[in-house]
T-cell receptor
Framework: GEDVEQSLFLSVREGDSSVINCTYT??????LYWYKQEPGAGLQLLTY?????DMKQDQRLTVLLNKKDKHLSLRIADTQTGDSAIYFC??????????FGQGTELSVKP | DVKVTQSSRYLVKRTGEKVFLECVQD?????MFWYRQDPGLGLRLIYF???????EKGDIPEGYSVSREKKERFSLILESASTNQTSMYLC??????????FGQGTRLTVV
């Protein structure tokens, strides 16, 4: 079945780069997503990548996809305190299901 | 902007009650989803629907049912609420544009 795994916590200093990692199991996934959840709010789509791409850059965000290893990462450059949130990786699985990881809580220290 | 609205932010219900959680989207999206979110477990899919009157079980459908009589509305029903259904419930909708859009969530407490 489909499964998405993330580490639960990451702590960085303001101005550093953050790298959040994710592994998934469904090799037929066509799209992979990163979502951000701020305290008390729903999830907000940050970015996505097609499965036939290796990399996508969007301002401070860089998504890397290693399809062979089924590994996805999100790099946030120049991390700010406003980036503190929970980040979810998700894959579009079989039959249209959208499957999420456990979420990585990013803490940015001044 | 896509808007997904969940009927309540906070709900407190008694064990054994029948509970309805409503979700409405305004973008004519085909797909709608219900998740529950628990600390350390992330989002777990309860049910999803890809068209009116169509539904598919997710990973944890037990104790829940859904209704989609109109395209814009997807309801989650707890037939007989139990304390282990205390959670944050998130509704999402998804159309042709990639990515799902989420409501603000309903925090349900069953006492």
């Amino acid at each position: 079945g489909e499964d998405v795994e993330q580490s639960l916590f990451l702590s960085v200093r303001e101005g550093d780069s953050s790298v959040i990692n994710c592994t998934y199991t469904d090799s037929s996934s066509t799209y992979l997503y990163w979502y951000k959840q701020e305290p008390g709010a729903g999830l907000q789509l940050l970015t996505y990548i097609f499965s036939n791409m290796d990399m996508k850059q969007d301002q401070r965000l860089t998504v890397l996809l290693n399809k062979k290893d089924k590994h996805l990462s999100l790099r946030i450059a120049d991390t700010q305190t406003g980036d503190s949130a929970i980040y979810f990786c998700a894959e579009k699985g079989q039959g249209g299901k959208l499957i999420f990881g456990q979420g990585t809580e990013l803490s940015v220290k001044p | 902007d896509v808007k997904v609205t969940q009927s309540s932010r906070y709900l407190v219900k008694r064990t054994g009650e029948k509970v309805f959680l409503e979700c409405v989207q305004d973008m004519d999206h085909e797909n709608m989803f219900w998740y529950r979110q628990d600390p350390g477990l992330g989002l777990r899919l309860i049910y999803f629907s890809y068209d009116v009157k169509m539904k598919e079980k997710g990973d944890i459908p037990e104790g829940y049912s859904v209704s989609r009589e109109k395209k814009e509305r997807f309801s989650l029903i707890l037939e007989s609420a139990s304390t282990n259904q205390t959670s944050m419930y998130l509704c999402a909708s998804e159309g042709i544009i990639l990515g799902a859009f989420f409501g603000q969530g309903t925090r349900l407490t069953v006492v």
